[in-house]
């Protein structure tokens, strides 16, 4: 350590030299007590940084179970109305219908045609084309499980419904593909709950 005379130009200088050092060591040292030890604020960014990742983590797991489920309602393209191919009803003289099996739920779909009648919907021809007016008709429409001969009872009063139309076929398609047994098993409480109200198995 160099030696200068108390007073001189050179000792106030050295002086304020070594205060700034030891004013700057001494903040070093702070600086890394607070890097090291814990503080309140530490802590606080902390959490805050831990419930930040934990709000983007649950984000993107909802994105990616929305993503899959919009892609797996893509992929599945439900069966609709546009899918039935009519051909003349097998036990009425002017009747059609038209069967398909929806992954273990059968629909079957009938009407009447030209002088038909006991069937609960009617087709009629269209005087232009000369053809059938699919699209403009009513139906008759039941379900039955593969299998199983009982209907599903898709009406508290009845097992089929009558006069639907093309947009309620595709509808009532669109459930039992959708929704499989939990819909069918909707259809039987409900039929249960209103005979049960009206006592009708009492």
């Known amino acids: 350590m160099p030696i200068f005379y108390a007073g001189s130009k050179y000792a106030k200088l050295f002086a304020q030299a ?10 070093k040292s702070l600086i890394i007590n607070e ?6 604020r530490k802590c606080l960014q902390a959490n805050n940084l831990q419930h930040n990742a934990k709000k983007l983590h649950f984000f993107l797991a909802s994105t990616t179970s929305i993503c899959d489920s919009i892609t797996m309602i893509a992929k599945q393209q439900l069966l609709n ?6 051909h003349k009803h097998p036990s009425c003289k002017d009747g059609i219908m038209a069967q398909v099996n929806m992954g273990g739920i059968v629909i079957s779909v009938v009407a009447n045609i030209l002088q038909g009648s006991g069937l ?3 087709v009629e021809m269209c005087q ?3 053809q059938f007016d699919y699209l403009n008709g009513e139906y008759e429409v039941a379900m039955w499980k593969e299998g199983n001969s009982d209907m599903i009872p898709l009406g508290v009063g009845d097992d089929v419904l009558g006069w639907q139309s093309p947009t309620q076929v595709s509808y009532l398609m669109a459930k039992a593909q959708s929704e499989g047994s939990v819909w069918v098993d909707e259809l039987i409480k409900e039929r249960k709950d209103f ?8």
């Open 18 to 27: 070594s205060s700034k050092k030891k004013n700057f060591q001494s903040r």
């Open 35 to 40: 890097l090291r030890g814990p503080s309140p």
């Open 195 to 202: 005979r049960d109200e009206l006592g009708l198995d009492d």
């Open 81 to 86: 109305f546009d899918n039935l191919a009519f």
């Open 120 to 122: 609960y919907g009617r």
């Open 128 to 130: 232009e084309t000369e």
